[in-house]
């Protein structure tokens, strides 16, 4: 079965919410993602700590299978995609690089506090690189979570997870948390922790369910449907 986004509207324009942790804006021909730590495994290595090598490869497969079903003609990357200096071994360098020759979009990283170790990227990954934000449309691009005025913001850092129980059953899966200035995108890494989020009133949860996305039902309201 094809992964399956949900349709959200936000001020009369509408974005979709991927299921491979991407927001897709149709408008702008923009995907976004946040938090994806490139190098995180190879970091962890140098400190003796052994973590398998195929996260690169299974996060790059999820990108690419995004940028596909969106048809995306631009990539931003919404803060934090390295995870540290050392983790920038010549072989990501390479990896990244030989995965950037088959995709031909413009990429831009928006720097997040991960990022700011880099004076440059790789020039072979043909990305630019702003900071502290970048500003489309009604949207403003950043990688901390804070209101702008005159604009949405969407983010990353937080790495939201919601927490879901049916009696003795329980399940912790990535989401997107949507509040009324700023959205929050879910770590596009799938080897990253999260922080579980308690939504107030007027938020909105969707998680990341497999190939859908599921706005999860406010303890305030009994609304909840599955992505078209």
């Known amino acids: 079965m094809a992964a399956r986004g949900f349709p959200v509207r936000l001020g009369g ?3 979709e919410l991927r299921p491979e942790r991407a927001l897709y804006w149709p408008e702008g021909g923009v ?4 938090d994806l730590h490139w190098g995180k495994p190879e970091s962890f290595h140098q400190h ?5 090598p195929e996260v690169l490869e299974d996060d790059l497969a999820r990108l690419s299978a995004a940028l596909r079903a969106t048809g995306a003609r631009r990539l931003l990357l919404v803060g934090d995609l390295v995870h540290s200096r050392r983790g920038l071994t010549p072989e990501v360098v390479r990896r990244v690089a030989d995965w950037r020759t088959g995709h031909d979009v413009e990429m831009v990283l928006v720097r997040g506090n991960h990022d700011r170790h880099l004076d440059a990227l790789p020039a072979a990954w043909r990305m630019q690189m702003l900071e502290p934000h970048l500003d489309e449309g009604p949207f403003r691009f950043a990688h901390h979570p804070e209101p702008a005025r005159g604009h949405y913001v969407w983010a ?5 997870t919601v927490r879901l129980s049916t009696g003795a059953d329980r399940l912790r899966l990535p989401c997107f948390h949507l509040g009324e200035g700023v959205g929050v995108l879910p770590a596009f890494s799938a080897f990253t922790g999260g922080m579980d989020i308690r939504p107030r009133v007027g938020e909105r949860l969707f998680a990341i369910a497999g190939d859908f996305v599921v706005e999860v039902p406010s303890p305030r309201s009994s609304r ?3 992505g078209r």
């Open 13 to 15: 324009t509408e974005v």
């Open 31 to 34: 995907l976004a993602v946040a």
């Open 48 to 52: 003796g700590i052994p973590l398998p």
């Open 156 to 160: 990353g850092h937080i790495h939201p």
């Open 224 to 226: 909840g449907t599955q």
